[in-house]
């Protein structure tokens, strides 16, 4: 094999780069985010809804987990451009990323959800907590730690799962690639770069989670065990 | 601009046979190196543990779409150029092979301690302990979770239209080129892709339901 390497690009482009990945750094917190949110409230809706809503959850959560991402963001981008909403690259990605999110969030939420006791409402009850307080306190947050590993893995495979958004042209990492490599020709390296930099990106954001699951959860914080 | 009709539902569901073919592909090649890998991983030997948790690492933390640049307009340009469809199929390998190996560790760790010694008690060497003790027990508890993998390597197969390997995905890209109706066309793909996967789900589920029976 007498491939030489050659980085040199790197000297002229690395701002592209940086550019890049602080957008799909952007893009992945403000749709984990979303998808949160939308995957708590859905869960909660699948653990305490009547039969209809629990049917229309169960029907959004398998619709998202049995049909491919790539998929997905074309009816976003295409789709409903072609019905007349125009949306931005960026917001496509974002409202393709969040949905998907929400589906995976769900499922994993139900299962924190249904692994809190009813006596552990009941007690809430007694102590004279209200609905709101109960929900937050009793439910949500312990339900949340138990799944809290599963959730953050989620959360690191949608940030990598982001790059797939470069194919409705939304500038992230992989579309800064995919531009650099066309103008230097330097495919192998440019790959091998971005690819390290995904690496970095999954390693800050493991970092990202474990710090923000000792802020939200006192007693791992202090005994250093979880529920 | 042609109108969307039954010959586009035909080509769309001949692309899906590619998008079959390519699951199965991945799948196999994914099972070949995932085990030995999630043997590496339960290796007495520090190193190969190392090695092998290096490689889970490293492929789980950078993205698919990537490792298919990779090998194909990478390696095409070191001078291994690859049809798309080795090229595709080397990338899922080598990302089913990482998912993989860390679910069957897992199964393989999942079996208690005591069989290990008992089977030690009763002289059986390393290589028949796997064959005759661990891994039948193990494999029980790892067609759940591996079924359930099946259905990422289907919606992931999807990835490989970006290296212009024509199976449901691009031909969903292609017949849209032609009659412009992306709504419809991607609702059309999504929904065979539904039906590729929703059945490996809905096994996934029944069959860990099943193991889980005396739990």
């Known amino acids: ?227 | 601009m042609i109108q969307l009709n039954a010959n586009h539902l035909v080509y769309l569901l001949e692309a899906a046979k590619w998008t079959v073919l390519l699951s199965l592909i991945a799948f196999a090649g994914g099972a070949l190196v995932g085990l030995p890998l999630a043997l590496l991983r339960v290796s007495k030997i520090r190193l190969l543990r190392l090695l092998a948790s290096g490689y889970i690492q490293l492929i789980q933390g950078t993205p698919l779409l990537i490792l298919l640049f990779l090998s194909y307009f990478g390696l095409g340009i070191m001078g291994y150029k690859l049809v798309p469809i080795v090229a595709a199929g080397l990338s899922l390998t080598l990302y089913a092979a990482a998912f993989l190996g860390e679910i069957w560790r897992g199964c393989i760790e999942a079996v208690p301690k005591t069989q290990w010694e008992a089977s030690d008690c009763l002289g059986l060497n390393r290589f028949q302990q796997y064959v005759y003790v661990v891994l039948p027990q193990s494999l029980r508890l790892a067609i759940p979770p591996t079924v359930g993998f099946m259905v990422q390597i289907v919606k992931n197969t999807s990835l490989a239209s970006v290296i212009g390997f024509v199976e449901l995905a691009r031909a969903g890209q292609i017949v849209n080129n032609s009659t412009f109706e992306p709504f419809a066309i991607f609702t059309i793909v999504g929904a065979i892709y539904f039906v590729l996967c929703y059945p490996l789900s809905l096994a996934a589920r029944a069959l860990e339901r099943k193991t889980n029976v005396g739990r």
């Open chain 1, 1 to 227: 094999m007498n491939y030489q390497f050659d980085f040199s690009f790197l000297a002229e482009r690395w701002p592209d780069f940086v550019a890049g990945a602080w957008l799909t750094i952007q893009l992945t917190v403000v749709s984990i985010a979303l998808g949160f949110l939308l995957g708590t409230v859905c869960a909660m809706g699948r653990a305490y809804g009547g039969p209809v809503l629990r049917r229309v959850v169960g029907f959004y959560v398998e619709l998202i987990r049995n049909t491919p991402l790539l998929v997905q963001i074309f009816v976003v981008y295409f789709g409903l451009s072609s019905l007349g909403l125009k949306l931005s690259a960026e917001t496509s990605a974002v409202i393709a990323l969040a949905v998907n999110m929400g589906a995976y969030t769900t499922e994993i939420m139900r299962a924190g959800i249904v692994s809190i006791q009813r006596t552990q409402l009941e007690a809430a009850d007694c102590l004279g907590l209200t609905r709101l307080q109960a929900i937050v306190h009793v439910v949500l947050l312990p339900a949340m730690e138990r799944v809290y590993p599963a959730l953050s893995s989620q959360f690191v495979l949608l940030m990598l799962a982001s790059s797939i958004t470069s194919q409705i042209s939304a500038e992230e990492l992989t579309a800064t690639a995919n531009n650099v490599q066309s103008d230097t020709y330097r495919s192998f390296e440019v790959y091998i770069v971005v690819a390290v930099v995904y690496l970095a990106l999954s390693a800050l954001y493991r970092a990202a989670f474990w710090a923000i699951g000792l802020g939200l959860f006192a007693r791992k914080r202090r005994l250093g065990t979880s529920l």
